[in-house]
T-cell receptor, first 112, second 116 residues
Framework: GNSVTQMEGPVTLSEEAFLTINCTYT??????LFWYVQYPGEGLQLLLK???ADDKGSNKGFEATYRKETTSFHLEKGSVQVSDSAVYFC???????????WGLGTSLAVNP | EPEVTQTPSHQVTQMGQEVILRCVPI?????FYWYRQILGQKVEFLVS????????KSEIFDDQFSVERPDGSNFTLKIRSTKLEDSAMYFC??????????????FGEGSRLTVL
């Protein structure tokens, strides 16, 4: 079946550090891939997405590239800020399931 | 910016009691969903709803759960007789197109349910 695996947190970084949160997936066919973010006290928000292989999603300085050969969609940011502290969820949508399949979420804390 | 709103933000209830969680989806959206997240676990799909009927539901969504769109704006999740294991954050979402096929579901802030 379809599944998403994310690196476990929590991740703690200093401001301006480089961030990578790993995400790999298992799916039949050609899923769309997403990163959602949940800031403290808020709901889930779509951060970025990629709908086909080699696409790069980007938003707010975050990037992720859809790598079919490694079935990965790692989230990166070159220089994190305190305001990036949140929980990040990797998710996939595959047409055969018609629903979002979620990773466990990775908590990020950025210290000044 | 339009948003999905959920009430209550937190509800504490006794085991066996009925609970209704309310959601107001974005007004021009046609597809509605409930997801839940038990603490420390993955976000799980519960149900999707379109054209006034359930279009899909998970194995979690058993007979104690029901959904309704009573008045064209609210979308409710009812748990008839709550169990301890129903304690979770419940997220409502809506989308313009079927199944959120591009993943662009718009989520509310969640309703935290605590069953004692």
């Amino acid at each position: 079946g379809n599944s998403v695996t994310q690196m476990e947190g929590p991740v703690t970084l200093s401001e301006e550090a480089f961030l990578t949160i790993n995400c790999t997936y298992t799916a039949t066919g050609y899923p769309s891939l997403f990163w959602y973010v949940q800031y403290p006290g808020e709901g889930l928000q779509l951060l970025l997405k990629a709908t086909k292989a080699d696409d790069k999603g980007s938003n707010k300085g975050f990037e992720a590239t859809y790598r079919k050969e490694t079935t990965s969609f790692h989230l990166e940011k070159g220089s994190v800020q305190v305001s990036d502290s949140a929980v990040y969820f990797c998710a996939l949508y595959a047409g055969n399931n018609r629903k979002l399949i979620w990773g466990l979420g990775t908590s990020l804390a950025v210290n000044p | 910016e339009p948003e999905v709103t959920q009430t209550p933000s937190h509800q504490v209830t006794q085991m066996g009691q009925e609970v209704i969680l309310r959601c107001v989806p974005i007004s021009n959206h046609l597809y509605f969903y409930w997801y839940r997240q038990i603490l420390g676990q993955k976000v799980e799909f519960l149900v999707s709803f379109y054209n006034n009927e359930i279009s899909e539901k998970s194995e979690i969504f058993d007979d104690q759960f029901s959904v309704e769109r009573p008045d064209g704006s609210n979308f409710t999740l009812k748990i008839r007789s709550t169990k301890l294991e129903d304690s979770a954050m419940y997220f409502c979402a809506s989308s313009e197109i079927a199944g959120g096929s591009t993943g662009e579901l718009f989520f509310g802030e969640g309703s935290r349910l605590t069953v004692l």
